[in-house]
């Protein structure tokens, strides 16, 4: 009895192990998956192509940034994504970095969100993200080159007050209800723009706020809010905004939406100059009222006086101080990203990701730090978590050299290395090394 009884219980075990193997829980609940896919088609299809001539809804992927496990919404054309329970599931390859975007994989164009980023209780926020990221994917479709920022002056001192005043503007013209009241802040909002830009003439504000910027006021006004909610949001935003340092990555963000639900109340059809090429600084001083000083000399007295107006002087102070505790940053990136030993990546067609929300560090005329970034090439992977140096140029990526090993797995203080299969860390000379194929 006791043998058939230890068998028995042998048995059991096995099934019960079976079972649960069997039923081993994905890291994405695919029902709440599929819910999330039909809440954008069916936004979407309400919209049906009127705000920019395409459907939005197309190729969608949510993915688990720990396990790579993706849920899509159709195969991919090497089926590599099997279907289940009416959606698709399979894993993204290491090769491909994992961030809310969209990009190109097995012959087609797809939007990625990443499971984390979408909200569980705020269906507005989950649909406003979901419809941001399902803009970009056929952005080139309607002509809108997607684009790498070069505005890293909006990190410095002078770029950065001119920005926020900015921001100040344009909180007060979605604030007031009277018509001039808007054309006067407004006028202030591109006042400021128009100096910003003549004092950085080499930026890319305009073309990102193109990229980034209507991505974003698509997401609102797609996402079933009502323009007054809309508002009331963006203008919050704007306001949290004041206090926020690394704004030169996500400043689109902000400008993008005020601006086009300013233009939804003061200019008809300015979508299709958007498509036609313009810039919203531009259809805004077309609008009826709007009147900017063209000298560059009573240009900075305006900026004096929205100064005073606003009241603004301990924004400039704030401002001041905060960036001279920036300088113990640059002089700590300075040392060993340039000074110390480095290894430098060139730039030959990586694939990147970056936190657009965190601060851009300048160092002098060489480049731009960034705190975080995961970067995939023919090499390997690196995934940096404490600085990393892009050129001014986009040639190369400056990282410490590893003091552990030169292949394999590196795992450094600052970053992780996962060198591919004949690839090793190559001294060039005293200071300087790179990335080699034995």
Not at 224 to 231: A, E, F, H, R
Request: hydrophobic share 35%; charged share 20%; with cysteine.
């Amino acid at each position: 009895m006791k043998l058939i009884s230890m068998k028995a219980s042998l048995v059991l075990g096995l099934i019960m192990s079976l079972t649960r193997c069997t039923n081993i829980q994905e890291p994405i609940n695919l029902s709440t998956a599929k819910s999330y896919f039909s809440e954008l088609d069916s936004l979407c299809s309400i919209d049906n192509g009127k705000l920019w001539g395409v459907n939005l809804y197309g190729a969608t992927m949510i993915v688990d940034p720990q396990s790579r496990f993706v849920v899509a919404n159709q195969s991919d054309n090497n089926t590599s994504l099997k279907k289940k329970d009416g959606v698709f599931i399979g894993k993204l390859p290491l090769n491909f970095n994992i961030s809310n975007t969209s990009f190109d994989w097995n012959g087609k164009k797809w939007t990625m969100v990443m499971w984390n980023a979408l909200s569980s209780t705020d269906k507005y926020s989950r649909d406003q993200l979901l419809i941001h990221e399902s803009w970009h994917r056929i952005q080139n479709e309607i002509g809108i080159k997607p684009l790498m920022p070069e505005n890293t002056h909006l990190d410095g001192l002078q770029g950065a007050i001119l920005l926020k005043l900015e921001l100040i503007s344009l909180k007060q013209a979605l604030q007031v209800d009277e018509t001039l009241q808007k054309k006067k802040f407004l006028s202030n909002a591109l006042a400021i723009r128009k100096y910003r830009q003549l004092l950085f003439p080499n930026n890319t504000e305009n073309n990102f706020e193109r990229h980034e910027g209507m991505a974003e006021y698509t997401g609102y006004k797609l996402c079933g809010l009502n323009d007054g909610v809309i508002t009331k949001a963006i203008s919050k935003r704007l306001e949290q905004s004041i206090d926020k340092e690394g704004l030169a990555n996500s400043f689109a963000y902000l400008t993008g939406p005020a601006y086009g639900i300013l233009f939804d109340n003061l200019q008809n059809n300015w979508i299709k100059e958007i498509l036609q090429g313009k810039s919203l600084p531009e259809i805004g001083l077309e609008i009826d009222g709007i009147n900017i000083p063209s000298d560059s000399t009573k240009l900075k007295s305006a900026i004096s006086m929205i100064i005073s107006d606003y009241h603004a002087e301990p924004l400039i102070k704030s401002e001041t101080e905060k960036f001279e505790q920036q300088k113990k940053l640059i002089t700590y990136y300075k040392q060993k990203l340039i000074n110390g030993n480095r290894l430098i990546i060139k730039n030959n067609n990586l694939s990147f990701s970056y936190n657009p929300q965190e601060q851009l560090i300048p160092i002098d005329s060489l480049g731009v730090v960034y705190k975080t970034m995961r970067i995939t090439g023919e090499w390997g992977i690196l995934e940096v978590k404490n600085g990393i140096l892009r050129t001014n140029n986009w040639q190369a990526f400056i990282v410490s050299a590893p003091t552990s090993a030169n292949t394999g797995t590196i795992e450094e203080s600052d970053y992780k290395l996962l060198l591919n299969n004949g690839w090793c860390v190559y001294k060039i000379k005293d200071g300087k090394y790179t990335l080699k194929k034995n």
